[in-house]
């Protein structure tokens, strides 16, 4: 979702200095040639789009391949032990450790409730992806701006907006998060309930995580208003704003769609610990974190609980990586081709 | 109390909020979890090790009698705990295990009786030379103290020093924040009495509610009658303290000993307490205290999981926490026939239930109350509790063991505790929402049985159209300033709230008092969340107190009881049991219900060093 969105903000570019158009375009296109043959990087992207279409799609998948993801199937667990039972129709207690992986319940189903747990996977992906995703938006956003002004502007406010980083990098986050979300009152900026939940850790992420992608906007604008391009419309008499917008956004859309591309990851596994902490999602609404926080109760008895979730927030999180790092080696000149 | 993990309350000095508690934070304690599972993962969770000797008991044989019963002097009984005491201070403590333990080096005026079963709730005298005597109405009470008893420095314990003792614990700004403050509310004529730490030559000066006409007696007078007094005299704020030796909060470094055992060396927190044999005790002024270990160590902070392992491993002998083993090893014990017969099952004083608020609308009407007591699926709250071993189904708000507790009270009775949708959708129509309505449930997000109950309760109600959204709050802070401010649970909506509750005492008031009573409601940390105000039963909570028979107490609870869940103001779920793991070479084990754990008092150890 996040690629397409910056590839239409490179369009300006296009109708700005021809020099420049023709060089990037080349770019770009030797660029994909590069990506496409990193199959790791392809791999990667490849799980990411599935990613996408199942986070979409997800109603759709859980109503043919399982059971709406909070309806409870307790006749299929015991209930001394909360395991999933190897035989619910038969009088033993045996537990399968697999979780009663059937043609029913494709990743079976989780102990005490019995809720599917393909659904409840794939509706977590939902939360995951649009949390990490708007955060991640939020850091491009603030990073990118403050990081421009930064570097462009460079003296005092350099110094001033560079300061506010080191403060935001240095914040204990988690800390900050847990008591945050405890103190504010249901109702609050006109959400409630998970409405609510949702927007305070888009926001949570979102603001604390911008300077990753601040110091490396800055550091690449230091050296682009150095560049002949950017000397030379200055020379023609144009103004910062124009040299801003038109010279150099459009040459940081590379460098910020490589790292929020890797930034999605970090902030899914943010997202996913303060699940886990019990100050994300309100349940009864899946969340991989959330899971992996049940799960930990059961991880005798009912281990294939653990593994599930724990292995979608692994695959998420490596794709992401893989595919971003791709993208990274496929734009950077200095990689060997 | 509240039932945190392990703790008896928010203390109510505590009430509006004016003190910070002694909690942990959930961060640490879910971090804490997670590392657990970790590590013990990579131990491997097998059972065996220590564990495999053979074991002359059966499961749950702890409940109801003595176990492996010794009178094997010597040796080293090992506790661990997870966490830590609040204080092990007698004066500045609220948690069930640390008034079970501090009776170690600290005598308190009246005691339970040490025995399995219901026999345990009854009061035994123990630095008192009798049962207390009161006046006709209750409001005077007068205790003797046996003579010859005497500190761990050989000086003599007087009824001064129980006086300062409780004036330390209840009284003034400056009091120990911990403990429950029942004295204070009780005790006549100390209203403008500041406490013992106030400036001024003497310390009791101002504190008339306790009359010390020799070193041998104490007369309490109180502001109205309460024939429950003795209960409030069991606490370790009764046992004595030399005023020359009291630091305030830091007298728990080194706690001046009046019982079997005294500190080795300072107590430290986090780290560990440590007690040795204390040669002024004299055994024959004390009924209740075999003391067989030559010694007493307490290793403090260690991970729950670790105390589960090293348990069943041998290498440790009782978890001071008392509540029971990590949910990793109830899975394996209760699911392993070798090691059943080291494991007790009891039933614990603990109420698992849900509030049903009285106030907001539309659970204002008694009718939508009562149909969420027939919406809800009993048998799915009992399953997120744990099944059969996590608990047994309440229909009725008083445990089974306190005296006055009737498992006959079911207002709501339903084919397999499953629910009675029809009755539930007639109370619906009765109070003008066919449709039904809806409301939030308010939980303590790091509490994942407590999360799964409400879970379960969501899908219950949706049945008959009731719609709940569920709210998740820190544990920390939810008895305080979530579930026990009623602004907040009017302002978030909080129609139903997930809650546990233990009594302070073994009895009805003791238990039914903080959560039931209307003159209990608190602007903070108020235990009356559903905020009962029933004229009917405030009366009989008011009565209650000045009846001198038992019996008729127990009479007068089991109405109040009834009427509550006519009321549907709590909605009962399990009466929780633990699963506790009895090592072999442990002996005279049993489960006292007073503290809800096992009786510290008599263990001794068969161990060689």
Known sequence: MDAPESSRHADPEAAAAEGADAASRSLRQIAWQRFRRDRVG??????????????????????????????????????????????????????DPWGGISSEHLLGVEPVNGRDLFSRIVYGARTSLLVATVATLVCVVIGTGLGVVAGYFGGWVDVLISRAMDIFLAFPLLLFAIALVGVIPDGAFGLSGNNLRIGVLVFIIGFFNWPYIGRIVRGQTLTLKEREFVE??????????????????????????????????????????????????????????????????????????????????????????????????AFDPRSSD | MTTDHFTHAVPPGNRRGRRGGSRRTCAALALGTATAVLLAACGGAGGGGGGGEEVDAEFNEGESSVVNPSDQTGGTLRYA??????????????????????????????????????????????????LPEANEDSTEWTVRLKRGLKYEDGSEITAPDVKYAIARSNFGDQALPNGPKYFRDLLADSEDYEGPYADGADPLEGFDGIETPDDHTLVFHLNKSFAEFPYVLIQPQTAPVPPEADRGVQYQNRVVSSGPYEFDGDY?????????????????????????????????????????????????????????????????????????????????????YVNINTVLEPLDDLACRQAVMYAADRDALQRAWGGDTGGDIATQIMPAALPGADPSIDPYPSQDNRGDLDMARQKLEECGQPDGFSTSIGVRADRPTEVSTAEALQQALARVGIRTQIKQYPSDTYTNTQAGSPDFVHENGL???VYGWAPDWASGYGFMSKILDGDAIRDAGNANISELDDEQINAWFDEVVTLEDPDERAEIYTRIDRRAMEQAAILPAVFERTVLYRPANLTNVYYHVGYSMYDYMPLGTTREE
């Open chain 1, 232 to 329: 030379a419309s200055r020379s023609l008499g144009a103004g910062s704003a124009h040299i801003v917008f038109r010279e150099i956004l459009p040459n940081l859309v590379t460098p910020v769609l490589v790292y929020s591309t890797l930034l999605i990851p970090t902030n899914i596994l943010f997202e996913a610990a303060l699940s886990f902490l019990g100050v994300g999602i309100n349940p009864p609404m899946a969340t991989w974190g959330g899971m992996l926080d049940n799960a930990l109760r059961f991880y005798t008895t009912s281990p294939h609980f653990v593994i599930i979730p724990g292995l979608a927030i692994f695959v998420t999180v490596l794709a992401f990586n893989l595919f971003g790092d791709g993208l990274r080696d």
């Open chain 2, 268 to 352: 430290r927190p986090g780290v560990s307490l440590n007690l040795v044999r204390n040669d002024q005790w004299d055994a024959s002024t004390d009924p209740t205290r075999p003391a067989l270990p030559d010694r007493i160590e307490v290793q403090l902070g260690v991970d729950q999981n670790e105390i589960d392992q090293r348990l069943v491993n041998g290498e440790l002998d009782v978890d001071l926490g008392g509540t029971g083993v990590g949910p990793a090893m109830k899975g394996t014990l209760i699911t392993d026939e070798a090691e059943r017969a080291s494991v007790d099952n009891p039933q614990s004083n603990t109420l698992r």
């Open chain 1, 42 to 95: 392809m791999a990667g992207g490849v799980v990411v789009l599935l990613l996408i279409l199942v986070a979409l799609f997800a109603p759709l998948l859980a109503s043919w391949f399982g059971d709406p993801p909070n309806e409870f199937h307790q006749d299929l667990i015991d209930p001394l032990t909360g395991g999933v039972l190897r035989d619910p129709d038969g009088p033993s207690t045996e537990l």
């Open chain 2, 81 to 130: 705990i997870a966490s830590d005491f609040d204080s092990p201070d007698p004066g500045n403590t609220y948690y069930a295990f640390s008034w079970n333990f501090s009776r170690y080096y600290a005598r308190t005026l009246l005691t339970y009786t040490g025995e399995p079963g219901e026999a345990g709730t009854e009061l035994q005298p123990d630095l008192a030379e009798a």
């Open chain 2, 495 to 497: 129609g139903l709230t």
